[in-house]
């Protein structure tokens, strides 16, 4: 770790970049090794210190660079960005030079005052009511609110440099977070450059210009006249956001230029709002409207809202009269409706005087193409009248609810960010960034209740439902409250709404460009390059052409909620990295800002995704699958990035609770799986040699259990510490290529057999340590150079036993398949010798859950005696496995000629308590005299090496309770020799402890202390003689008695018997299961005594004998598998 502390920062692509240039720890004044300043310290009064000065230099020479540090480049360039190449100097940076105001609290203001103020929040009190419009405007305006509190902590904990939002979650949440996180803030923020430019087209076509439109609308009614205006809108938006386009390419220079301008637009026209209002109390504007019964009539193409009028003492009709009659005269056929109600004129601004505001208060929602009618008035309609002439009336273009009315009215609030994306230009950002944020949402939040408040004051209520004026001679609604002029609003709204689409278009490539230059996202990494002044170009057309796929709907409507969804997940974040942080407690989490609390966050958090589905839930659920699906990507083909976030704190915290939680006690059988620690070895390159273990691991990873990857190293760890990291790399690197998720660990040690030690008995931590070890099987263990392999592995063998650990060992693992290998047939083949807590029916199980071997089948082989019941043994087993849940054949194999007697197989089946297979071997008369030579050799050398000078040897073995009360038997019968039920075929330490009832003789322990045999001789009367106590029988009577040979000194009983038992079992195995794709067998145990381990090799290599791929398995002790649920 801290070799990578000692690493500058460097600039992207340079030679120790990692994703974005960066280490994980960096810091700019640790490990900067600067030559000069370390020779200021030679002979000052520091010499302990001096051979550190390269790495750590004095507090006092860096005390000035701390505290004019910045690392904020300015502009477009990110905090990770490098300022300067390897080798060169920094840079100097300007002092940043903006205060308060203008760098937090006038660019906050702009971007949150905008067209959804000037073109929908009259219609939505309309439509709302007041008391429901001002829930809406509070509900949005608390989520801001609690969101800029969040921000202001994150803000002023520590220095955020230019990307804003996306650099507080990305580096609170981290790298998966803030990327899905980034790119949608990057889509709203894209979404309302479309959505101004539709604003902007919608002031110019229907209140500047209308006679520009190239689709006419005039004669045109319901959804023709639609389709020709969003046509226009189409075409339109598309050539303004053209030319946009080219503005931000050519010269964005002069759009920050003008954004005084345009918020000297936005200001005015607010004011001109007040002042209006204010007005009204003394003398309302006057802007009749004209219905017809109680339906609103569209005023235009008429001068007088009459029927007729009287002129020079003669009734004339007015032009209102010809619009629904088919002629002039009074006697003409009008329209059923028209003939029947009554013209009326009323006021469309009474003023805030009229108390109008009683009948605003209530909502009046309508369906799309409804009529907009006045409450209070008379009207008159015959049954079944069809209404005709309905482009002469003010219809409902959509159809209205209340969440769709959050959905369009959010985007007006948004923007809080604008002053954390300056922070690089600002003089104290930590002081300033809370400030100026929620001051400007305190003002704007005045200024949008207030209208609520002033706007149902006010305005008749049908003029409030009427979206787009045409009750008011297409004047745009709010205007007409404005003071002095009402073209004081739709300049000021026109110009606004075109610099609002200018700084959506300038900021969005910017926000994409950082997110590019992380390095996160690996198909964004071509919109991080751009022009020499680093004007990102190709995240400018990436973001022209969404902002078009915006402009293509040409519905304000419609694309108000999809940058909400994008917009309320940004904030939902930003509060829950700021909850996640406080209650985290992390060290570095220090805010300046210490107005906040993680239930305020909460609660923000909240809020936003109440009001995600309550704008639009199938909107909410397509911004959370974009999101979701961005966060998977990271995760798997990003680059991985430390920064200190979080999600790793909390990742950190969790796994500490569920670590204390393990230690409570052993897992439940029902909870067991393998946790492997799997042990590679690695060549002089320290590259792994057996990559194929890996793939086994990853095939046996069904159990969702820890994996270790380790390796031991002879030597140093001072001397050898580069091996061992570039031993860790090649460990991480084969994991990722075998897909094996799991950790990987070195040891260093004197020798290899202690590092492996070190590895079994210190892996893991707590209570999530290993539980089963899986090792390779030495191949070359029969060359004399490699002797000490297989006594290396003989050593695992005892030391995982004793640490009740199980052992899987692999033979011939190069034969294993790959990963990417198929097996569509074959059987795998487990035979069942020993009980071992189930492990032999557990890993076939998780095997088979693998692409690799799921179209294996499963055999169970067992081994009876003759004397055994094989059909009952075979109903108990099947019994047994389906009791189990494991699909599998099962076959009992007899071993003939009585090769196996006396061991009780049947408890073996008994569900809850299975009890250790016994063997007993029936020796033939010339094994018997190898083995009585064996025994008597090894009690000549006893003595030998006690007392040279005897002449007679014991003969030490382990005796029956009751041998001396024996009875007469006939010679044949004497001569048998019977092996003890304590005899193992495959010894477990673990499982089969020597059993008390037959103990070993103290003579045979003292006198054969390299030679351990464990018989019991159960007939002892020979030739019609009384039998003699063993231990008084000299060699020479029994060599004579069994008629031994002299070639039969050196054999040593003990290994015959083994051998034979590694034969016989191998030739079964061999005949059953010499075509099965793999087979899993119980692994014998080591001797105790280790003069016998080079022939404990030979054995194995004996009962694995022709079989291509063997899986030796060694319970660890414990029952691993249970019938219960």
């Known amino acids: 770790m801290l070799n990578n502390l000692t690493e500058c920062e460097e600039g992207e692509g340079g030679a120790n970049s990692q994703g974005d240039g960066n280490p994980k720890e960096s810091s700019p004044f640790i490990n900067s090794s600067d030559p000069e300043k370390s020779q200021q310290y030679d002979g000052k009064n520091m010499a302990l210190f001096e051979e550190e000065m390269d790495t750590s230099p004095m507090v006092s020479s860096l005390l000035s660079s701390l505290a004019n540090y910045s690392n904020l480049p300015q502009g477009s360039k990110e905090h990770e960005e490098a300022e300067n190449n390897e080798g060169t100097r920094k840079k100097p940076v300007q002092a940043p030079r903006m205060g308060t105001l203008m760098g937090v609290y006038l660019p906050c203001l702009q971007n949150i005052l905008g067209v959804i103020l000037f073109l929908r929040m009259t219609w939505m009190v309309g439509i709302g009511g007041v008391i429901e419009a001002f829930v809406i405007v509070l509900m949005c305006c608390?989520?801001?609110?609690?969101?800029?509190?969040?921000?202001?902590?994150?803000?002023?904990?520590?220095?955020?440099?230019?990307?804003?939002?996306?650099?507080?979650?990305?580096?609170?949440?981290?790298?998966?977070?803030?990327?899905?996180?980034?790119?949608?803030?990057?889509?709203?923020?894209?979404?309302?450059?479309?959505?101004?430019?539709?604003?902007?087209?919608?002031?110019?076509?229907?209140?500047?210009?209308?006679?520009?439109?190239?689709?006419?609308?005039?004669?045109?009614?319901?959804?023709?006249?639609?389709?020709?205006?969003?046509?226009?809108?189409?075409?339109?938006?598309?050539?303004?956001?053209?030319?946009?386009?080219?503005?931000?390419?050519?010269?964005?220079?002069?759009?920050?230029?003008?954004?005084?301008?345009?918020?000297?637009?936005?200001?005015?026209?607010?004011?001109?709002?007040?002042?209006?209002?204010?007005?009204?109390?003394?003398?309302?504007?006057?802007?009749?409207?004209?219905?017809?019964?109680?339906?609103?009539?569209?005023?235009?193409?008429?001068?007088?809202?009459?029927?007729v009028i009287e002129r020079d003492n003669a009734t004339v009709t007015t032009k209102l009269w010809r619009m629904f009659c088919d002629s002039e005269f009074l006697n003409a056929t009008c329209d059923t409706y028209f003939s029947n109600n009554n013209v009326t004129e009323i006021q469309g601004i009474p003023g805030v005087t009229s108390g109008i505001l009683k009948e605003n208060l209530f909502s009046t929602y309508l369906e799309k193409g409804m009529f907009l009618e006045k409450k209070g008035l008379s009207t008159y309609l015959e049954p079944d009248e069809i209404p005709t002439n309905s482009n002469r009336y003010v219809l409902a273009d959509i159809s209205t609810f209340f969440t769709m009315l959050v959905g369009i009215y959010f985007p007006s609030v948004t923007g809080i960010m604008a002053g954390s994306n300056r922070s690089g230009d600002l003089r104290d950002a930590q002081k300033s960034i809370p400030i100026g944020t929620i001051l400007a949402i305190t003002t704007t939040s005045f200024i949008y209740m207030s209208s609520v408040v002033l706007f149902g004051a006010c305005i008749e209520g049908t003029v409030l439902r009427d979206k787009f004026g045409e009750a008011v001679r297409g004047n745009l609604v709010i205007g007409t409250l404005a003071w002095p002029s009402p073209w004081v609003i739709v300049f000021g709204s026109f110009f606004s709404t075109c610099g609002a689409g200018l700084q959506s278009l300038t900021g969005a490539p910017r926000l994409l460009q950082a997110i590019a230059r992380d390095g996160i996202v690996p198909f964004l990494r071509v919109f991080g390059h751009g022009k020499a002044n680093g004007e990102p170009t190709w995240a400018l057309l990436l973001t022209a052409v969404i902002c078009e796929s915006g402009i293509l709907i040409a519905s304000l409507d419609s694309v108000a909620p999809i940058l909400s969804m994008f917009f309320l997940m940004c904030y939902m974040f930003v509060n829950l990295a700021c909850a996640l942080q406080t209650l985290l407690r992390t060290p570095n989490w220090r805010p300046r800002f210490k107005f906040y609390h993680w239930a305020l966050s909460f609660l923000g958090m909240s809020l936003c995704l109440s009001l995600m589905f309550i704008c639009s839930w199938y909107y909410a659920i397509v911004a959370m699958a974009i999101a979701s699906c961005i966060y998977k990507y990271i995760e798997f083909r990003g680059a991985e990035k430390e920064w200190g976030d979080g999600i790793r704190g909390l990742s950190l915290s969790a796994a500490r609770f569920a670590l204390m939680r393990l230690e409570e006690g052993p897992p439940h059988t029902k909870n067991w799986r393998p946790q492997i620690l799997v042990l590679v070895n690695v060549d002089a390159e320290q590259n792994v040699e057996q990559p194929r273990l890996l793939s086994l691991t990853n095939q046996l990873k069904a159990g969702k259990g820890l994996t270790i990857v380790g390796t031991a190293l002879a030597g140093t760890f001072l001397e050898n510490h580069p091996q061992a990291q570039q031993a860790e790399q090649s460990l991480k690197k084969i994991m990722e290529t075998e897909k094996v998720k799991g950790f990987?660990?070195?040891?260093?040690?004197?020798?290899?057999?202690?590092?492996?030690?070190?590895?079994?008995?210190?892996?893991?931590?707590?209570?999530?340590?290993?539980?089963?070890?899986?090792?390779?099987?030495?191949?070359?263990?029969?060359?004399?150079?490699?002797?000490?392999?297989?006594?290396?592995?003989?050593?695992?063998?005892?030391?995982?036993?004793?640490?009740?650990?199980?052992?899987?060992?692999?033979?011939?693992?190069?034969?294993?398949?790959?990963?990417?290998?198929?097996?569509?047939?074959?059987?795998?083949?487990?035979?069942?010798?020993?009980?071992?807590?189930?492990?032999?029916?557990?890993?076939?199980?998780?095997?088979?859950?693998?692409?690799?071997?799921?179209?294996?089948?499963?055999?169970?082989?067992?081994?009876?005696?003759?004397?055994?019941?094989?059909?009952?043994?075979?109903?108990?087993?099947?019994?047994?496995?389906?009791?189990?849940?494991?699909?599998?054949?099962?076959?009992?194999?007899?071993?003939?000629?009585?090769?196996?007697?006396?061991?009780?197989?049947?408890?073996?089946?008994?569900?809850?308590?299975?009890?250790?297979?016994?063997?007993?071997?029936?020796?033939?008369?010339?094994?018997?005299?190898r083995e009585i030579q064996s025994i008597t050799d090894s009690s000549r050398g006893s003595i030998r090496r006690k007392n040279p000078a005897a002449v007679n040897t014991q003969l030490s073995v382990t005796e029956e309770p009751a041998a001396s009360s024996k009875e007469e038997k006939p010679e044949e019968e004497c001569a048998t020799v019977s092996p003890p039920p304590q005899e193992q075929l495959i010894h477990d330490k673990s499982t089969n402890p020597p059993t008390p009832a037959t103990p070993q003789s103290p003579a045979a322990e003292a006198e054969t202390p390299s030679t351990v045999v464990q018989m019991t001789w159960t007939e002892a009367k020979c030739d019609g003689e009384q039998a003699k106590p063993l231990g008084a029988t000299t060699p020479e009577a029994i060599k004579d008695l069994f008629n031994m040979k002299p070639e039969w000194e050196n054999l040593n009983q003990f290994n015959v018997r083994r051998m034979h038992t590694a034969l016989r079992l191998n030739s079964e195995i061999v005949k059953k299961s010499q075509e099965a794709k793999l087979v899993l067998l119980n692994m014998p145990g080591p001797p105790k005594n280790r003069t016998g381990d080079e022939n404990y090799m030979e054995f194995l290599e004996v009962l694995t004998e022709g079989l291509n791929r063997v899986l030796l398995v060694r319970g660890g002790g414990r029952e691993v598998i249970t019938i219960y649920s």
């Open 744 to 929: 990987c660990q070195v040891v260093v040690s004197s020798n290899i057999r202690d590092a492996t030690s070190h590895l079994v008995q210190a892996s893991g931590l707590g209570g999530l340590q290993h539980n089963t070890v899986l090792v390779s099987w030495p191949r070359n263990w029969k060359q004399a150079e490699d002797h000490q392999l297989w006594r290396n592995f003989i050593e695992l063998v005892r030391e995982t036993t004793a640490a009740s650990k199980a052992l899987l060992v692999p033979k011939n693992i190069a034969a294993f398949p790959s990963n990417g290998e198929r097996f569509t047939e074959g059987h795998i083949d487990v035979w069942w010798i020993v009980h071992d807590g189930g492990m032999l029916m557990l890993l076939p199980f998780l095997l088979r859950q693998n692409k690799v071997w799921r179209k294996c089948k499963m055999r169970i082989f067992t081994v009876a005696q003759m004397d055994d019941n094989s059909i009952q043994m075979k109903k108990d087993l099947t019994t047994f496995l389906y009791h189990l849940r494991i699909d599998a054949q099962v076959e009992v194999v007899e071993m003939q000629d009585s090769d196996i007697s006396a061991y009780t197989y049947e408890k073996t089946l008994v569900m809850e308590q299975r009890s250790q297979i016994l063997k007993q071997i029936n020796l033939t008369k010339t094994e018997r005299e």
């Open 142 to 307: 608390s989520t801001t609110m609690l969101t800029a509190i969040s921000m202001s902590a994150i803000a002023t904990n520590g220095v955020v440099p230019a990307g804003g939002s996306y650099y507080m979650i990305s580096r609170s949440l981290g790298p998966e977070f803030g990327g899905a996180v980034g790119i949608c803030f990057y889509l709203g923020t894209t979404y309302a450059g479309a959505m101004y430019i539709l604003g902007c087209i919608e002031i110019l076509l229907i209140y500047i210009v209308p006679q520009a439109a190239i689709f006419k609308m005039e004669g045109l009614e319901g959804s023709e006249a639609e389709a020709a205006m969003l046509n226009n809108m189409r075409v339109y938006g598309s050539l303004v956001l053209t030319f946009m386009a080219i503005v931000v390419f050519v010269g964005v220079r002069y759009v920050n230029k003008l954004a005084l301008v345009f918020l000297a637009c936005v200001i005015s026209s607010i004011l001109a709002v007040y002042a209006g209002v204010i007005k009204t109390a003394f003398e309302p504007p006057l802007f009749p409207v004209c219905t017809l019964g109680n339906r609103t009539l569209v005023w235009k193409g008429f001068d007088v809202c009459a029927k």
